[in-house]
């Protein structure tokens, strides 16, 4: 997967591509949680996480408490353990990965927790929510991360703005 250029073509949209969002929550279509599921599933059969995991190389998810319960147990770790070795605290006061890459990214780009792994990481990249629109900034944010998103934003793009 070429990274580079789905980097490049998400900076040089980003003005199209806040404006669209912007407009998505100024007037939502009635039917968009439907077509917002729709997109996302066409996307997710064009795109394969396994050829770029670039979300769990360069952005680490937030841990919650229940999180680091399922995970730690997963670990037959302790909670405190578990925090001690693999998160911070960062200036929001979440608990987030100490280093990236993530630790539990394998070479293969597949999770070595996959199975219990943060809510955050099997939501990511959010594209499939109700009422997307309440998450415009952070969807405009991840098209320069995830080639899905990217692809997601645009393929909504050329089904409503017509």
Do not use: W
């Amino acid at each position: 997967m070429d990274l580079d250029f789905y980097k490049k073509q998400a900076q040089q949209k980003q003005k199209d591509h806040k404006k669209f969002l912007e407009g998505l929550k100024k007037k939502p279509p009635k039917n968009l949680d439907y077509l917002v599921v729709e997109k996302h599933e066409e996307t997710f059969e064009e795109i394969d996480c396994l050829s770029c995991a670039n979300c769990c190389k360069t952005t680490g998810p937030l841990y919650t408490e229940k999180d680091i319960e399922r995970i730690s147990k997963h670990l037959r770790m302790k909670q405190a353990d578990f925090e001690s070795k693999f998160l911070r605290v960062d200036e929001d006061n979440d608990k987030v990965l100490q280093n990236l890459p993530c630790f539990f990214l394998n070479g293969n780009n597949t999770c070595s927790i996959y199975d219990v792994r943060p809510k955050a990481c099997r939501e990511y990249p959010h594209t499939d929510r109700k009422k997307i629109y309440q998450i415009n900034n952070l969807t405009l944010k991840n098209t320069l991360i995830c080639p899905a998103a990217y692809v997601f934003v645009e393929k909504m793009r050329s089904l409503l703005d017509k």
